[in-house]
């Protein structure tokens, strides 16, 4: 009997169309198309491909670093962790020499001069340069271009402190410009009090105790109008200063402040002063009785000089023969600071003769003072110029006729020397009325702390200093 059923397929299962199936590609067909899979897919994977999961990395770096393209680059080739500490800012500080322009001390601290110059015209918003003292510090900071040691660096910018309560400086902003601020600190001012026995002088025994270099300074300039340190200070003599002790607002010391409060006890006599803002916003130092410390002229117009030579009759120790010494002599190391014992006009300042290098100030119509042997004379002091009492006018040396470094001082009235330790200065000014009663309701504030301070001292608690808080 003849089927009329077709023959079976073997091995091939029947497809789901109710069609007869067809046999799978063979092993070779499959392998070859794979390796064309795989060979499409390096060229066009990185074109369609999302990116690796390392790439988040440079969207996790801050606003900063975004806006720089090179820390963006770092990102990618500095081990994790790592990209902080290869571009960590590094400051470099350089201090103002005397004479020096800011954009010399940019330049000295190895700012670009194209920088210096663009930093110089930004920080005048704030501040002026010419007022840069001497001794100021500043802070230059710079970025490094690569992490690679001793690479370039970027300026990016300066800080320094004209005054212990400002800080101004510029920096580098976003679009490469250098900004300028200026910003007030927030301090904190505590009294201070310093006591003591003077053996060798009161400059060193008052630092030996902790008082602060610039307020014995102060000290010294203030009572040396009715102190002669060459000759009234004895051994167990006494001092005792109230000051200002200033603090940031970390409790950092930053600074002294100014004195208050003074005394010297010379040979058992107390002589006291006391500052005083007066009327006219201006400070001045009073005795108790509301009378000016400030007189015509300074008894000594040099600080911490030893009195060598004094006025009269002398043997010259160059010419070898006795003559007229119409001055007096302090010695006192080369480069010494001295100041003008008054306030008035230089009529001299040159080289005269065996005097060597000189300054010569008229005060008033009856007194003028000299000074010889100087190394060198202060910036601005010439002929005509005006001068203020305590002014620094020059520095000690040895020029002409001179043994060794020290200052000869003069004084003349109506143009004859006479004997500056034997003068008689008028007073200044004397407190009246309303001025007066300010005064000495001052200082009776200033008596009450010093009598809480000393109660301290006596019973050697640690003092809690007065403080209060200066606003911004």
Known sequence: MVSNEPPPQDNLPPSHGGRTGRRRPGLAVIAVIGALTWIVGLWVGPHLLPPPAAAPAVAALDHDHALDPMRTVLALSVPDGALEAHLK?????????????????????????????????ALRKVFDPRDLMPGTELTLTFQPLTAAPDAPASFRGLEFR????????????????????SAKSRLVHEQTLGAGTIGSSLYVDAVATGVPVPVVVELIRAMSFDVDFQRDIQPQDRFEVLYDRIRDADGALVGAGD???ASLTLSGKPLAIYRFRMDDDTFDYFNAKGESTRKALMRTPIDGARLSSRFGRRRHPILGYTRMH?????????????????????????????????????????????YAHLSRLAKGVRRGARVSQGQIIGYVGTTGQSTGPHLHYEVLRNNRQVNPLALKLPTGKKLGGAELETFLAARAEIDASLGRLRRQQASAETPSPEMREIAD
């Open 89 to 121: 800012p590094v400051t470099r500080a350089v201090t103002v020499r005397r004479g020096d322009t800011l954009m010399a001390v940019l330049l000295r601290g190895e700012v670009p001069r194209e920088d210096a110059h663009a930093a110089v015209t």
């Open 162 to 181: 004209p005054s212990i309560e400002r800080t101004v400086g510029i920096a580098r902003n976003w679009d490469n410009r250098f900004e300028s601020y």
């Open 259 to 261: 004195v208050i409060y």
């Open 326 to 370: 119409r001055g007096i002599d302090f010695a006192a190391p080369t480069g010494t600071p001295i100041m003008a014992a008054g306030r008035g006009v230089v009529t001299e300042a040159r080289w005269n003769g065996s005097y060597g290098r000189y300054v010569r100030i008229r005060h008033n119509a009856t007194f003028s003072t000299a």
